[in-house]
C-alpha cells in the first residue's frame, strides 16, 4: 500500500513538472492570460528564491532544505507508529510538492510559477507549492484531531 503513496508523489511531482512545461512553451516571462476570469490566471515568472523570493539566489540552501525534508517525510511516511490515512496523504502531497520544486532548483536553478490569484492579492505560486499547502494541512488536521486517539 506503501507503494501507492509514492506514486501518487511521483504524479504530482509529474502533474507539477507538465504544467510548468506547458506555461514555459505556451508563455513569454510575464505574461498573463486569463484562466477562470475573476479567479486566476497563469502569468510565467521565475522565483530563484522562496515565497515572497526570500533568500533569492541561495541555491546551496534550499537543495539542502529539500533533501532533508525528503529524508523527514519519507521517515514518517515509512514508519509504522504513523500510520494514519490523513497523516500519510499529507506526507504524499508534501513529498510529491518539494520533488516538483527540487527538479525546477536543480536543473533550471529557479522555480517556475504561474497560478496568480486574481480576486486575492498573493503571491504568484505553483503546482508544488498548492501541493505542499494541501500536505501541511492535512498534516495539520491530523495531529489537531487524530493524533491522540493513535496513541
Request: aromatic letters at 18%.
Amino acid at each position: 500500500m506503501q507503494v501507492i503513496g509514492l506514486i501518487v508523489a511521483a504524479l504530482i511531482a509529474a502533474g507539477d513538472q507538465w504544467l510548468k512545461y506547458y506555461i514555459v512553451t505556451n508563455y513569454q516571462v510575464g505574461e498573463s492570460h486569463d484562466v477562470l476570469p475573476g479567479l486566476f490566471s497563469f502569468t510565467y515568472v521565475r522565483n530563484n528564491g522562496a515565497a515572497w523570493n526570500v533568500l533569492s539566489g541561495q541555491m546551496w540552501f534550499f537543495y539542502l532544505v529539500s533533501i532533508a525534508a525528503i529524508g523527514v517525510v519519507l521517515y514518517f511516511y515509512f514508519n509504522k507508529k504513523y500510520d494514519h490515512w490523513l497523516f500519510k496523504s499529507g506526507l504524499v502531497f508534501v513529498l510529491g510538492g518539494i520533488i516538483g520544486n527540487l527538479i525546477d532548483r536543480l536543473h533550471l536553478k529557479y522555480v517556475i510559477d504561474m497560478i496568480d490569484l486574481d480576486f486575492v492579492r498573493f503571491n504568484i505560486f505553483n503546482l508544488a507549492d498548492s501541493a505542499i499547502t494541501v500536505g501541511v494541512i492535512m498534516i495539520f488536521c491530523y495531529l489537531l484531531f487524530f493524533e491522540r486517539e493513535d496513541d
